[in-house]
């Protein structure tokens, strides 16, 4: 089977599909998704000489850049060309507002979430939401962006240079943890493997921001949130985070749809490489 890798360079998750797929005797290409194409009337891509698609990254681009690509994908898979994952999966999960509302449409809980686009919307959700939020960027993966504010003086200033930059306001109330939230990582209808993600200092625990992980097996009812969480929003591979309550129950932070597993890997002893190529050639002979 012949695997297009959509990425932006040669980084260790590419090298390490690639380093999959020739040991499952498959070939795994890297293709930066700056230089795909498309031409018509033939509605060809170099897309279309591999069997199948795995998206790794979306390198920073114009709108109209982002657009095209994305309508690149949309056409493969009307085609019928495997995209993993979907182009509908990516597009919500990369925008938090509409992926945490569709998980509250399937009846997953999520935090307590106000989006907006002025400041003082911002600071009445503020006070809203206990004074004690997180802001983060709509679109943005491995914690970059987010800030935490629980002063009205900080949260204004916070807000007001946002309005400047005509960004859209994305505040979720702070839950407290005890120090560590779970990652959950999964392929089709299975979590193949789990991690505790403790922080190292504060209170962000994603490993890119200096947390380190532990490998765990989720409970029944922490299984059932991430499985549903994925079917929610599409993603046949996902990354699903998952923050205890201090109440008890949980909250499903983020659902990632072009999830890593530089940590999880060694943490767990799973190699999701071979995992996600197995499935991806399993799904393309059904």
Not at 130 to 156: C, H, Q, Y
Request: charged letters at 20%.
């Amino acid at each position: 089977m012949n695997i297009a890798i959509l990425s932006a360079g040669t980084g260790w998750h590419m090298r390490d599909l690639q380093r999959a797929a020739l040991a499952l005797g498959h070939r795994a290409s890297a293709v930066d998704f700056r230089h795909v194409h498309a031409t018509l009337p033939e509605n060809h891509t170099p897309l279309d000489e591999f069997d199948a698609v795995i998206v790794r990254t979306m390198p920073p681009g114009s709108l109209e850049q982002v657009v095209f690509r994305m309508d690149v994908l949309h056409r493969l898979h009307a085609k019928g060309k495997q995209v993993l994952n979907p182009p509908a999966a990516l597009e919500t999960c990369v925008d938090k507002y509409l992926a945490c509302a569709r998980l509250e449409t399937a009846g997953l809980p999520v935090p307590r979430t106000m989006v907006c686009q002025e400041a003082e919307s911002a600071l009445s959700g503020f006070h809203a939401l206990g004074g004690d939020v997180v802001v983060k960027p709509l679109f943005g993966s491995e914690g970059r962006g987010m800030i935490r504010v629980n002063d009205e003086e900080t949260a204004w200033r916070a807000f007001r240079t946002l309005e400047r930059l005509q960004a859209v306001l994305y505040l979720q109330e702070f839950i407290r943890h005890p120090g560590w939230d779970l990652r959950a990582f999964v392929i089709g209808n299975n979590v193949i493997a789990a991690m505790r993600r403790h922080a190292r200092k504060g209170w962000r625990t994603n490993v890119a921001q200096g947390g380190h992980a532990e490998p765990i097996t989720l409970t029944a009812e922490e299984e059932h949130i991430a499985l549903a969480g994925a079917k929610a929003l599409g993603t046949p591979i996902a990354g699903i985070d998952i923050l205890p309550k201090p109440d008890g129950g949980y909250v499903i932070l983020e659902v990632n749809a072009v999830p890593g597993w530089r940590a999880l890997a060694p943490a767990t002893g799973i190699d999701v490489a071979k995992t996600i190529v197995a499935f991806i050639c399993q799904s393309h002979d059904r």
